[in-house]
């Protein structure tokens, strides 16, 4: 019983750790703008999007059925993608990086800030995994015009 509360009680820790380890930039631009941004940085760094979820739908589609009367997002996406070279790269040197394939940036309105749109993306570990970072936030950048 020690082991399975530890174990949950390090879930947790390791959930807040992560939800707290997240590279995000604000912007005026509507969430359309930048989810065209998005997928257009994506597909211009050569990259194919395996998929999208739509996070925010899914959540607000359901927000009653699980008995809940609050609106997360007014919009919420998270697209996901692989690059070859990259991924053969940090997986070389450690093949146990599979764990963070595919890679995940995400574009949100909430609705306390209808005006502002995110976008981000999860940071990643010191070594060979800071090149996948260094891809995401090249990429996020583009879509909004930073790069």
């Known amino acids: 019983m020690k082991t399975l509360l530890g174990a949950v009680a390090l879930s947790l820790m390791s959930t807040a750790a992560l939800a707290a380890d997240m590279i995000t930039y604000d912007t005026d631009e509507s969430f359309d703008d930048v989810v065209f941004g998005l997928e257009s940085a994506i597909l211009d ?3 194919v999007i395996d998929s999208v979820s739509h996070t ?6 359901t927000r009653e059925d699980v008995g809940s009367d609050t609106v997360l997002f007014l919009n919420a996406d998270v697209f996901s993608f692989c690059s070859a070279k990259v991924s ?3 997986m070389e040197d ?5 764990v963070f394939c595919p890679y995940d940036i995400f574009v949100m309105v909430r609705p306390e800030t209808p005006d502002v749109t995110t976008i981000g993306f999860r940071s990643f570990p010191d070594g060979a995994m800071k090149k996948v970072e260094t891809l995401l936030d090249g990429i996020a950048k583009t879509a909004i015009g930073l790069e």
């Open 45 to 47: 760094a050569g990259l």
């Open 56 to 61: 925010g739908d899914m959540l607000e589609r």
């Open 88 to 90: 053969r790269e940090v």
């Open 94 to 98: 450690d093949p146990m990086n599979i």
